[in-house]
């Protein structure tokens, strides 16, 4: 829903980490009007798909996969690992922090970041990844929390 | 079975209890959520203890579930037992302080029959003169002024009522839904605000979910402080309605000096809105193109700098006292709003002002250091 807003399917998406950026083909299969109803608040929507398009661009460009999600007082987060990698504990798991923003320029995307980023530093002084996505500009930025 | 396979049953669940609340079936959310929290306790009972960061984190996550289940007592002894017993993480540690102040107000609000709409929010001042607990009184008062008065704008815009130019909110809208304040944990100065449910049932309505003020009023202060434009058209269509919010936003908007940081977030969701000194000129930048321009006649523009002494909205006039003791009085105040400008009466002020040989026509105020 939140790509279908402005764009027709199948677009190019940039993921950028740093000074680095790669392009990827992002395709979907356009919401039916009771998943539109479903999902008619639109800050919710925004959110899920910010995770969404985020999973998928982490694990293209870290080979890290969600292994955990749990409850917090403001949501849930989600806990990444290698892909493929056993999970005993949750010792050193990353953290994702996300955040979406449906018309967002990338000035507001940067400023989203550079905010996800000090929420994270505070949150807890572990790895953790924190990524912004903006579904009209079509970009995804990545940052490592930790070494930032 | 083992910690592992408590945490998955304890996921499907609250992931389906999120289901249920997103489409608005809240009794079987709570019920999810309960069983939830349950399987989650069972997960931190198996796992090994030394295991601290895995056992911080599950704390939390149960105490959570249970918070969202509405078992207050539950959630409560075991976030106290565990900060007691369990060696936890200082961020689970900062995470159970504010879900027990989260717990403490719901539950107390429930033992006095008074119920609230979901979204409490909970505001952050740091920095400058502020320190951990304690900050200077008016500037507290003026922040819950406009934090009150952003509220009430956002229940008017929900309900479809046509931007209000002057005078407090109507009535059955102030005694509907009151902003309540509560303390609030720990960390800078904070306190919690929520909106007091009305007795009115379906008082907004069929097409509004009172679960949206709260949502709503966050989206609003989060694109206002970062400027983005298109994210607050979307939250505010009415161009008027935008510049309000926006002007009072700005009245949030630390100085640098007495205070640095004011953040504003929610318990029950993810987003967040921060405000430094440079969210002012963020702002203005999007503000500009929403008020009108300033004269017809060309006439050059100019920014007065004094104390506000005296406002009189309804005869259209506000005057400032300059440093050198002069006052002067500035008219046509057509977009000047009773909760933008009121905080403003006997603090300094910026005035932006078109000067002509006759009068002085208003565009525009903002508080100053």
Redesign the interface.
């Known amino acids: 829903m939140c790509l279908s807003r402005h764009h027709i399917t199948p677009v190019k998406i940039v993921i950028r980490q740093g000074e680095e950026s790669e392009e990827r083909e992002l395709a979907w299969i356009a919401a039916d009007p009771g998943l539109v109803a479903a999902w008619a608040n639109q800050i919710d929507t925004t959110e899920a798909a910010a995770y969404c398009v985020t999973l998928a661009s982490v694990e293209d460009q870290r080979q890290l996969v969600a292994i955990g999600r749990t409850e917090t007082g403001s949501g849930a987060d989600y806990l990444l690992a290698p892909a493929g990698s056993p999970i005993e504990y949750f010792e050193d798991v990353v953290r994702l922090e996300v955040s979406g923003t449906d018309s967002g320029t990338h000035a507001v995307l940067q400023n989203r970041l550079t905010e996800k980023i000090k929420q994270a530093r505070e949150a807890e002084d572990s790895p953790a990844i924190a990524a912004v996505v903006g579904f009209k500009i079509l970009t995804v930025l990545i940052a490592d929390v930790t070494d930032t | 079975m083992t910690w592992?396979d408590w945490?998955r049953a304890s996921?499907l669940d609250?992931?389906a209890a999120?289901e249920h609340r997103?489409?608005g079936r809240f009794d079987e959310a709570e019920v999810l959520f309960a069983r939830?929290a349950l399987n989650?306790q069972n997960a931190l009972d198996e796992?090994?203890k030394t295991?601290t960061?895995?056992v911080s984190?599950?704390t939390?996550?149960a105490v959570?579930?249970w918070?969202?289940s509405r078992e207050y007592e539950i959630a409560e002894k075991l976030a106290v037992t565990s900060m007691a017993k369990l060696e936890l993480?200082?961020?689970a540690t900062?995470?159970l302080q504010?879900?027990l102040q989260?717990i403490w107000t719901e539950s107390s609000m429930r033992r006095a029959g008074i119920s609230l709409l979901p979204g409490q929010v909970t505001v952050s001042v740091s920095g400058g003169e502020v320190v951990v607990g304690a900050a200077p009184l008016d500037l507290i008062v003026e922040k819950v002024q406009t934090i009150q008065s952003m509220f009430y704008r956002t229940v008017e815009l929900l309900k479809g009522v046509e931007l209000r130019v002057r005078g407090a909110p109507k009535p059955e809208i102030q005694n509907a839904c009151r902003p309540w304040i509560f303390q609030a944990a720990p960390g800078s100065y904070q306190f919690s605000v929520a909106l007091r449910e009305p007795e009115q049932p379906n008082f907004f309505g069929d097409d509004v979910?009172p679960r949206?003020v709260a949502?709503r009023f966050l989206?609003v202060v989060r694109a206002s402080a970062?400027?983005?434009?298109?994210?607050l058209?979307?939250a505010v269509p009415d161009v008027k309605y935008r510049a309000t919010f926006l002007k009072l936003a700005r009245n949030l908007v630390p100085n640098g000096r007495v205070f640095t940081r004011l953040e504003i977030?929610?318990?029950?969701?993810?987003?967040?809105a921060?405000f430094t000194p440079e969210s002012r000129s963020l702002i203005n930048e999007t503000l500009r193109p929403l008020t009108s321009s300033p004269d017809p006649s060309g006439t050059a523009t100019e920014t007065i700098r004094g104390v506000l002494r005296a406002v009189h909205l309804d005869q259209n006039w506000l005057e400032v006292v300059e440093g050198s003791g002069q006052t002067i009085r500035v008219v046509s105040l057509a977009e000047a709003l009773d909760d933008v400008i009121g905080p403003m009466v006997n603090k300094a002020v910026a005035v932006r002002v078109a000067r002509s040989t006759r009068q002085v026509r208003f565009i525009d105020i903002e508080a100053e250091d």
């Open positions: 592992l945490h996921e609250a992931v999120h997103r489409y939830a989650e796992v090994d295991k960061r895995t984190i599950l939390v996550s959570a579930l918070y969202k993480h200082s961020f900062k995470e504010a879900l989260a979910n949206e949502s989206h970062s400027g983005d434009e298109q994210g058209l979307e977030k929610s318990v029950g969701d993810d987003g967040s921060t």
